[in-house]
């Protein structure tokens, strides 16, 4: 194989990872409503009461599809969360963040062993975490 065959496949290479990484930060889905961290983390709770086993990217493909299907059908966005493409789904940054404060709160637990998300039912109203 020549050297022009190789730096023209290295060239080929390097153009599909810069594109893969180029997508990686292209918006998928911004809504015509203001972002709410309240409907955000309400939006967690409710998914997380409802399912068993939930992983972060199953909970993030939740919040996006929640989102997309009301935008759908009304016009707006239930959370007004801004989704970004990424490798495993779409992802809100907000998302983490919020995640992150309700476990700190004791309204959620991660299981250590299974690294899924659990809802605590003895838990307040999101409104009032979040205030």
């Not at 990686?24 to 068993?52: C, D, H, N, W």
């Not at 009301?70 to 490798?87: D, E, P, Q």
Request: aromatic share 10%; no cysteine; charged share 25%.
């Amino acid at each position: 194989m020549s050297s022009n065959a190789l730096s023209k496949a290295d060239h080929l290479q390097s153009k599909k990872h810069a594109d893969r990484r180029r997508s990686m930060t292209t918006r998928v889905y911004s809504m015509a409503t203001a972002f709410s961290p309240a409907k955000l983390a309400a939006m967690i709770e409710y998914l997380l009461r409802k399912g068993q086993y939930v992983y972060r990217t199953s909970l993030n493909k939740l919040l996006f599809y929640s989102d997309l299907s009301f935008f759908y059908l009304r016009g707006v966005g239930i959370s007004g969360a801004v989704y970004n493409n990424r490798t495993f789904g779409p992802v809100t940054d907000a998302a983490e963040r919020i995640l992150n404060k309700l476990v700190a709160d004791h309204r959620l637990a991660i299981d250590p062993r299974t690294r899924t998300i659990e809802s605590r039912d003895d838990a307040a109203t999101s409104n009032q975490i979040l205030s």
